[in-house]
């Protein structure tokens, strides 16, 4: 793709190339040096501070515990956003405009406000309302902002992969007669699912990420949070633990990232389908970006 | 066809993640918060206050440990009964509230605001809010000297509140969840001190990592008084001050004082008299 | 009814978040201008950054690269932002900067999706009467994929937006912040909530629609 913006590279272009790459690699080699010479001088790359992560007991104790409830929260919120989100979106289909409309408004609603502030709200309503215990009601609370944020940008991934399907499926079956649920359920569903998948897989890529924000500003005892007690024990290696928890996040990202791709290659290949699928990078539908992509408000 | 085989595998590592997760919190919950008769009982303690209470590899340390321990083998629990669980600051009064913990030891001060919402046994330990500094630093040699200073404490504190309003106004404040991001400025001088109770900051001044670096201020700018929290109206609070009488009387105060905040060369107080709380 | 609002700077934390918001988008919009053409560019070297960059941003939640830029870049490195001593104005440019580093990955991703929609006999043709990378990038292709991304932008741009209320995590005062103090002392949980929720709508839901509008306006007939 991009070879069709530069022409082949004659003999002045490649030395410029040199040059360039010369350049960009002293500037890139003194931002690290800078970066490494300041952490040493802070005594921030001491073996002590990073002794810990080589032995399983930094991991068994603090990691591992904090690393489950962000994978329980991520999970949870996916399983309860994904059916959620599918009716929402099928909602917004309906021919109907007392079911539309309400649906519509509903998706839209939640894609405008923060996460934060849904968590935020979750956490006061079920210590005001509830009697869920002081430990579970962060999780409550952080699973209720993600799959109220979550449906509404999986309806509009339902939707979009329901859209995305050639005319003539919908056409071709009303016309043997089948009615409307039969359609959606028998010929239009089925197709849909396997369209969306990369996308919804680039979805948890968020929802893993937002669940940070339950340990990063409310009490959740996520990853994040594990930062704290194993900082204050380890002698406040807290920029090691950082950088431990942030490679940890990379690494799950990363494979869930890859999944969709190959998911997404899969699907383009395979002939037996329609064809259409979702771009899990498009950040119109899906809400790539993290705490509350998916704008399109009025785009859509 | 292989598709449908990456859908069921990953259906199952999912619901798989879902039960094992779940399962680790089950079996907690399980103990519930009886009365004597169980065979467990739940406290309350900070995980990451070092000398106070503190999450370790190999379970729990500090001083509040210490001090439950203590008052649960008086109230008939061995070590293994104990259930320990993370009280927050801004949770501890709902946690008692709620039931969800039979007592809480966990830097805990009496104040007559919390007094309205829960009971109080204790106390069983005099600190004062203090400020460390780095050892070199010689410009902070009383409370006004923080005005021109840059403080770090804890998002919501007591002690940050504290600070704001009558110590040093014109001080800069820095808050973070945690003591630990606030020690990483003080030793790079990107802050000038850190502000909370000569207790604690003891604690982080006495690890191996900042032996010699750290040193207290000394300024005893107010008196905190730790109490163990019970729930209002709970007979635990006259068998939890009969323990903390024994604990001082047989030397285990003494001793606990010394194993925690020993190292730390922190001058505490003499073991308060019970229901004797210094304002 | 809206007592509760008395003694609280409602509408200065919103202009805090609004300010958060519009310094790091163009910020990011700079940034990730530049990533995007690293990420198209002839040398080798600034397209693998590129590609690093974005790959390693994305991943990584906004709530650990906010904590870092506070933590590491200035309790650590010692970067102040100009304003060593006022932690307010330090913390509230670490979150632009914190900001401006995440939503450019996502800027370049759309930008490059937007070179890819321009036709290859636009680049060729450029290239034909003799001009270099950089006047094919800045005379010919980037003015017409800007043109096709400004719906994704107006995406991304609200997310930012709502991505703002994570300077929290570092004590910004921004309205997140300001929902958070309030909730905890007063007692009109719903209200309370209901009213930043519409604080929020009314920033997001006008960008989406002018964007929108703009969008069509000066999108590529092709």
């Given amino acids: 793709m991009s070879s069709v913006l530069y022409d082949a590279q004659g003999p002045r272009a490649k030395r410029r190339n040199v040059v360039f790459t010369v350049g960009f690699l002293i500037a890139l080699a003194a931002v690290l040096w800078w970066v490494f010479s300041a952490l040493e001088d802070k005594q921030q790359l001491e073996w002590a501070k990073w002794e810990p992560f080589f032995h399983t007991e930094a991991w068994s104790t603090y990691i591992w515990p904090g690393l489950q409830n962000t994978l329980k929260a991520a999970a949870l919120a996916m399983v309860i956003a994904l059916p959620l989100g599918a009716v929402l979106g099928i909602s917004r289909l309906s021919d109907h405009v007392w079911v539309r409309v309400p649906a519509g408004i509903i998706v839209e609603f939640f894609r405008a406000i923060p996460v934060l502030v849904l968590m935020i709200f979750g956490l006061a309503l079920y210590s005001e309302y509830t009697n869920i215990s002081t430990e579970d009601r962060p999780l409550y609370a952080v699973v209720t902002g993600l799959v109220l944020y979550n449906a509404a940008v999986l309806a509009e991934i339902v939707r979009a992969g329901i859209l995305a399907l050639p005319k003539g499926q919908s056409e071709a079956a009303m016309a043997i007669g089948l009615r409307k649920g039969q359609v959606m359920r028998t010929i239009l569903l089925p197709q849909a699912v396997t369209a969306m998948l990369p996308a919804i897989v680039s979805q948890t890529v968020v929802i893993v990420k937002d669940t940070a924000l339950g340990g990063g500003v409310l009490t959740f005892s996520d990853l994040i949070a594990a930062v704290s007690p194993m900082s204050s024990y380890y002698g406040a290696n807290i920029i090691a633990s950082f950088t431990v928890v942030g490679l940890i996040f990379i690494a799950i990202n990363f494979a869930l990232t890859t999944f969709a791709s190959w998911l997404e290659r899969r699907l383009r290949r395979g002939k037996k389908s329609t064809g259409a699928v979702l771009d899990p990078n498009d950040a119109s539908i899906s809400g790539t970006m993290g705490t509350g992509a998916g704008g399109g408000v009025g785009g859509i | ?279 | 009814m809206f007592d509760f609002l008395e003694g609280y700077d409602l509408l200065g934390a919103f202009w805090v978040t609004i300010q958060l918001t519009l310094l790091s988008a163009v910020g990011s919009l700079v940034w990730g201008t530049l990533l995007a053409a690293m990420r198209v560019g002839p040398v080798p070297l600034m397209r693998g950054f590129g590609t690093f960059y974005v790959n390693t941003v994305r991943n990584i939640p906004l709530t650990v690269i906010i904590l870092f830029t506070s933590l590491g870049l200035s309790q650590t490195l010692g970067v102040t932002m100009g304003a060593a001593d006022n932690f307010e104005t330090q913390n509230f440019r670490l979150a632009v900067l914190g900001l401006t580093l995440y939503t450019s990955a996502f800027v370049c991703e759309a930008l490059r999706s937007g070179i890819n929609t321009v036709p290859v006999g636009q680049a060729e043709a450029a290239r034909a009467i003799g001009l270099n990378f950089t006047q094919v990038l800045t005379l010919v292709v980037l003015p017409q994929a800007f043109r096709s991304v400004v719906g994704p932008l107006a995406n991304v741009l609200i997310a930012l937006t709502k991505n703002t209320t994570v300077a929290a995590a570092i004590g910004v005062a921004e309205a997140a912040l300001l929902m958070k103090e309030m909730i905890e002392n007063e007692a009109q949980l719903i209200l309370i909530s209901a009213v930043f929720a519409f604080g929020f709508v009314c920033l997001t839901l006008p960008t989406g629609l002018i964007l929108g509008w703009v969008g069509k306006k000066v999108a590529v007939k092709r």
Avoid at chain 2, 244 to 258: F, I, N, R, Y
């Fill in chain 2, 1 to 279: 066809m292989k598709l449908r085989k990456v859908t069921a595998a990953s259906a199952a590592a999912l619901v798989l993640a879902l039960t094992a997760t779940a399962c680790g919190s089950d079996d907690k919950d399980s103990s519930g918060s009886g009365s004597g008769d169980s065979k467990s009982i739940t406290v309350g303690i900070k995980f990451d206050q070092p000398g106070i209470g503190q999450k370790t590899p190999q379970g729990y340390s500090g001083f509040d440990v210490d001090v439950a321990k203590y008052i649960a083998k008086e109230l008939g629990y061995s070590e293994d009964q104990i259930e320990w669980k993370e009280s927050k600051s801004a949770d501890r009064e709902t946690m008692l509230q709620r039931g969800d913990v039979e007592f809480i030891a966990a830097s805990y001060s009496i104040n007559d605001e919390r007094q309205k919402k829960v009971d109080f046994a204790g106390p069983y330990l005099l600190a004062h809010q203090d400020v460390l500094i780095r050892s070199d630093d010689d410009s902070i040699k009383s409370p006004a000297d923080l005005n021109s200073k840059k403080l770090c404490s804890v998002t919501g504190s007591t002690s940050a509140q504290n600070v704001k309003e009558k110590l040093a106004p014109k001080a800069q404040l820095q808050e973070y969840p945690t003591y630990s991001a606030c020690l990483t400025g003080l030793q790079n001088k990107a802050i000038d001190a850190l502000t909370t109770d000569d207790s604690i900051l003891a604690g982080y001044a006495s690890q191996d990592a900042f032996k010699g670096k750290f040193k207290l201020g000394g300024f005893k700018m107010t008196n905190e008084n730790y109490g163990i929290g019970v729930k209002k109206g709970s007979d635990l609070k006259a068998k939890i001050n009969t323990a903390l009488e024994k604990m001082v009387s047989d030397g285990s105060w003494q001793k606990a004082v010394d194993a925690n905040f020993g190292p730390a060369g922190y001058k505490n107080e003499p073991a308060p008299k019970i229901g004797n709380i210094v304002s």
